[in-house]
């Protein structure tokens, strides 16, 4: 199972950015999905999450700014960020609950996106 986050890249303050993730692989099952991000210097932290079943969870520094969504029939998730602030500049990661067989959750990372907000 592999996770290809995709869509980083610079922006002014104040724009937008759509990130994308894709799970490919032999996959029985994909649960909950989410983003984190990890800002030079700081700790990686949570950005938001979303369930299979669509239940959503933000960071309070990202509520109203971000929507995270998937399309389980494409095993993709998308994180729509509007409003960017230079705060948000970090690298972005993609992580997925998997499951191969059934019974057989595990947790995946993917490789990372950076987004750049400049002032």
């Known amino acids: 199972v592999q996770l290809q986050a995709s869509g980083g890249g610079l922006v002014q303050a104040g724009g937008s950015l759509r990130l994308s993730c894709a799970a490919s692989?032999?996959?029985?099952?994909?649960?909950?999905m989410g983003w984190y991000r990890r800002a030079p210097g700081k700790q990686r932290e949570l950005v938001a999450t979303v369930s299979r079943g669509g239940t959503t969870h933000y960071a309070d520094s990202v509520k109203g700014r971000f929507t995270i969504s998937r399309d389980n029939a494409k095993n993709t998730m998308y994180l729509q960020m509007n409003t960017l602030k230079p705060e948000d500049t970090a690298v972005y990661y993609c992580?997925?609950?998997?499951?191969?067989?059934?019974?057989?959750?595990?947790?995946?990372w993917g490789q990372g996106t950076q987004v750049t907000v400049s002032s």
């Open positions: 992580n997925a609950d998997i499951s191969q067989s059934p019974f057989s959750e595990q947790n995946y």
């Open positions: 692989g032999t996959i029985f099952g994909i649960y909950t």
